[in-house]
């Protein structure tokens, strides 16, 4: 008697468990930068395009059918992307976040790069049949249109359409959960645009969103194209020093009902943690691109993130980021997308939260005992297994520096205390040479004595 009713109670707390935390997955897709003129007969020195027949030298090497790596992405390059996600996990995607750049800088009219734009539409559309594709903008991409909403008219509801229509954010409500997602248009972040009304507006608009998701125990995902902070490459800022403050003020305010934030932009793997008073509190990822080259004269490998997350909470278990070696895939004519490695087990982590993430950010400061093995998998991450250029001190502590301060004018402190040290370890070693030279003279005269 006692057997069978622990064995039901049992049964129930298990059953309980495992309808209460559904796993979903989500893809996590950005950065395309579709080059519709993108040939192998290309010039690297022509952003990878025929040359005119008369200008050109003839001594430029062959370019790969799939891509390469000083280029924006071929239409071949990005077809075996989306053939990639098709037969992979197709049943349990609840949705795809799309964070911009969609094509190639210095494409075309805008007619034509709209007609570029339809046409990768199209591609998501069949890639997603059943699925909705939550599209954010990015800094090569139109300004918000009647046109364009009309293109993704059918991914959006009419709620979250108007708002897009004028100011290219939107949120959606995810029907059978407590997770709202909630799409910004960052583009409104930057010098240019960072005083006006549309981003003015969005703030507004972002605020109320928020108080009511709060209101409502909702959990949120921000999406959007650039994150806060710097560029860890070179002093580049993509937002305005305002701009970058208040979203920070804002994440920290709300940093209970953020359940992540996802951003593209970079065309590289990295993260962001967002502390308050010296407490981590919520955290952004950044995937990397589609596209293999990266401003001015880097280059990774394409990438495609798939999100495992609790439906019903949000919360991110993990991710599995897939990649396609360029360079082989050109040399054996085929593009074998493959798995690049899984969040947790890669990072030795027990899960995707800020403190996770803080403590991730401590193993790769320079001087941590882990330093060496953590910064290596971090560093090989970050160009999607694509072996760039050395990475020394200074360039890795400006890697630290980027990940955890995100205020602009800390970024530059930290970036400028590590220069300095640096500078005062180079003095420290260049005079020891005299002294310890001094030392063995002082001793040899003493002996000799
Ligand atoms: C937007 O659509 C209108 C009507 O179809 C068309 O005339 C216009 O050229 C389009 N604009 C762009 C930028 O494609
Ligand atoms: C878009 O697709 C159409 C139909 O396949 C094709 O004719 C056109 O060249 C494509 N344009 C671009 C910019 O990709
Ligand atoms: C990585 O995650 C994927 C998706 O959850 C899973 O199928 C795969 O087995 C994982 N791989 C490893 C090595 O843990
Ligand atoms: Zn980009």
């Known amino acids: 008697m006692k057997t069978a009713h622990l064995v039901l109670t049992l049964t129930c707390v298990i059953s309980f468990t495992c309808t209460h935390a559904k796993i979903g997955y989500f893809w996590h897709i950005t950065d395309f930068h579709y080059d519709p003129l993108y040939t192998s007969q290309g010039d ?90 939550f599209p954010v903008l990015g800094h090569l991409d139109p300004a918000p249109s009647e046109n364009l909403t009309n293109l993704w008219g059918h991914w959006l509801p009419l709620e979250a359409l108007q708002t897009f229509k004028i100011g290219g954010y939107y949120t959606i409500e995810q029907s059978h959960s407590k997770l709202r997602i909630v799409a910004l248009n960052t583009n409104l972040f930057s010098v240019r645009e960072s005083n006006g009304g549309p981003a003015q507006a969005q703030w507004d608009w972002l605020n109320a969103v928020l108080e009511k998701a709060a209101s409502h125990s909702e959990m949120v995902y921000i999406v959007g194209h650039a994150a806060p902070g710097s560029d860890s490459r070179h002093a580049y800022d993509a937002h305005a020093t305002g701009a970058n403050a208040q979203y920070l003020r804002t994440v920290r305010r709300h940093a209970r009902i953020i359940a992540g934030q996802f951003f593209g932009h970079l065309h590289a793997d990295t993260f962001r943690v967002i502390y308050d008073n010296d407490r981590p509190v919520s955290w952004a990822l950044l995937a990397p691109s589609v596209s293999p080259h990266r401003e001015p004269a880097s280059a990774s490998n394409p990438g495609l993130r798939l999100y495992k997350f609790d439906t019903n909470t949000g919360k991110v278990l993990d991710y599995t980021q897939y990649y396609l070696d360029l360079a082989a895939a050109n040399r054996g004519g085929a593009a074998e997308w493959t798995t690049e490695y899984n969040l947790t087990q890669y990072y030795g982590l027990h899960e995707v939260s800020a403190d996770a993430l803080h403590n991730l950010a401590d193993k790769l400061r320079i001087g941590s005992p882990h330093e060496t093995m953590a910064f290596n998998k971090y560093i090989r991450a970050y160009s999607v297994k694509h072996d760039s250029s050395e990475c020394d001190g200074a360039c890795a502590h400006q890697h630290f520096c980027a990940i955890t301060c995100l205020e602009l004018a800390a970024y530059r402190q930290c970036v400028e205390a590590a220069a300095s040290a640096l500078a005062a370890a180079k003095r420290a070693a260049s005079l020891e040479t005299p002294i310890a030279v001094l030392l063995v003279m002082v001793i040899s005269v003493l002996t000799l004595l």
């Open 44 to 133: 690297t020195r022509r952003h990878c395009r025929r040359a005119d027949e008369r200008g050109s030298s003839g001594h430029h090497r062959a370019l790969g059918r799939f891509g390469d790596y000083s280029c924006d992405s071929s239409l071949e390059l990005i077809e075996s992307a989306a053939r990639h996600m098709r037969t992979r996990h197709s049943e349990n995607v609840e949705f795809v976040l799309w964070t911009g750049d969609i094509i190639a800088s210095r494409y075309g009219s805008d007619e034509e790069r709209f007609q570029a734009i339809r046409n990768m539409t199209d591609l998501m559309g069949r890639t997603f049949s059943s699925h909705f594709v």
